[in-house]
């Protein structure tokens, strides 16, 4: 296998490609179970490169390796998300603080401005999909123009358990209008070097997001019983 830059993959990086794909589309169900030769004859590959791709996917909470038992597709938790999203406010917020901090201009916020725009036009278009990609991108540059690191590092830990949630509720939701001026606001008090607009600002966003994802995987919860 070959990736787009031309560079050939390994088995145990395509397994790893694979199975978050199967993971994060619903084809290995959350809390199903699975031998790991399944898996190994689903892909067509050796046991070797799957379990190297199953221990760098228990590293990242999406499934729990259990001693002569397989390994076990991880739920997703209400409580975790709550967990998570708690991290996920006090962190972003804290870059959003500096980037206001930090000086930027219209040339350094580009991407953070170009993510909002895709977030409209996936909007007009009601295209969900393209909207969680843009929104991906909007977090993932606000946190990078935080300039912390460990910031960035703890954040990215975390996203592939936040996107396998947003991906369970993504179309029970309303269309996430107010979430597109949210970040237009974000946006705005980083231009306008406004840090505690900025903060305060992306942190009643994350706690509203919280609320209603969780809420929603509760509602999903009750229904899967």
Not at 43 to 51: A, G, H
Not at 110 to 126: G, K, Y
């Amino acid at each position: 296998m070959t990736s787009r830059s031309g560079k050939t993959v390994s088995n145990a990086q395509r397994a790893l490609h694979e199975l978050r794909a199967m993971i994060f589309s619903g084809e290995l169900a959350a809390g199903s179970d699975h031998l790991e030769s399944e898996l190994a004859a689903r892909l067509e590959m050796s046991r070797t490169p799957i379990r190297e791709a199953v221990l760098t996917l228990e590293g990242q909470g999406l499934l729990e390796l259990r001693q002569r038992k397989g390994v076990r597709i991880s739920p997703v938790s209400p409580d975790d998300m709550r967990e998570i999203y708690d991290v996920l406010t006090e962190l972003e917020s804290l870059a959003a603080e500096h980037a206001a901090e930090a000086g930027y201009d219209d040339g350094d916020l580009a991407q953070l401005t170009a993510a909002i725009d895709d977030m409209d036009a996936a909007i007009d278009a009601e295209d969900r999909e393209a909207w969680a990609a843009a929104d991906d991108r909007f977090h993932a540059e606000l946190v990078r123009l935080g300039g912390n690191q460990r910031v960035a590092s703890i954040v990215g830990m975390m996203q592939d358990q936040v996107r396998r949630a947003r991906a369970i509720t993504l179309f029970m939701r309303p269309m996430p209008v107010q979430s597109n001026e949210d970040h237009r606001l974000v946006c705005q008090s980083i231009r306008n070097g406004n840090a505690d607009v900025a903060r305060a600002t992306h942190r009643a966003h994350r706690q509203q997001s919280k609320e209603m994802l969780v809420g929603l995987l509760e509602r999903h919860r009750l229904r899967s019983l």
